[in-house]
């Protein structure tokens, strides 16, 4: 049995690790979770292409984003694919509680390098947090099928969260970023904790 406290604080500091009740949530509606899935899926691939019209200028960033957005598209429609297969339809987007949550932890005035700062941790929070929610679920799943095809995802996301901080750590001062992540760190968990477990969201 593994440890998840401890594999949650591997998730780069990730504070809580998800209620272990979720995942059988999950489990009821593959129809819900698919598709909140495919939407976290679109969202990263959308606000990626943001941050690339934002900073233009960051060469190194619009290099190292730009096949993200390609690579989370892709994820997008392997979850099209698989809602096809199963006969199940993408619903509807719904209200983000968690995502916006978030985004009302991020600065919205000061130094512009503060914004830009904030801009790269909320990604790498949600996709520290999207690891940690597919790992649960390619654990606990009860089909097979079903565990490994979140183990993909899983794999990919870790690529993901790392990228945005190595991103801010080469634009902006170390400590303050490792300093600033901290706070995003303590805000997610609270903002967790403080929020409904629900099995038709990834978060
Ligand atoms: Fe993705
Ligand atoms: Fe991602």
């Known amino acids: 049995m593994e440890n998840n406290a401890e594999d949650v604080k591997n998730i ?9 009740r979720w995942v059988d949530l999950a489990g009821i509606s593959m129809e819900a979770i698919l598709t909140d899935h495919a939407y976290c899926e679109q969202k990263a691939a959308t606000t990626c292409i943001s941050i690339i019209q934002w900073y233009p200028e960051k ?3 619009v290099a190292e ?3 993200v957005v390609t690579e989370e598209w892709g994820h997008f429609r392997l979850v099209l694919a698989e809602l096809k297969k199963r006969g199940l339809k993408l619903g509807r ?3 983000d509680i968690y995502v916006n949550g978030l985004i009302g932890f991020q600065t919205k005035g000061g130094h512009p ?3 830009f700062l904030d801009k790269l941790l909320l990604m790498a929070m949600i996709e520290a947090r999207s ?3 597919f790992k649960r679920l390619s654990e606990g799943l009860d089909d097979p099928y079903m565990r490994k095809f979140y183990r993909r995802f899983m794999e990919s996301e870790a690529g993901h969260y790392t990228l945005f901080i190595d991103l801010a750590e080469h634009y902006l001062d170390k400590e303050l970023v490792r300093n600033r992540w901290k706070e995003w760190l303590r805000f997610e968990a609270e903002l967790l904790d403080s929020s409904e477990i629900r099995g038709d969201r990834i978060h």
């Open 12 to 20: 780069l500091g990730l504070q809580l690790p998800t209620d272990p």
């Open 59 to 61: 060469e190194r960033l």
């Open 65 to 67: 984003l730009a096949p």
């Open 93 to 95: 987007q719904r209200k």
């Open 113 to 115: 390098d503060l914004r």
């Open 131 to 133: 690891c940690e929610r």
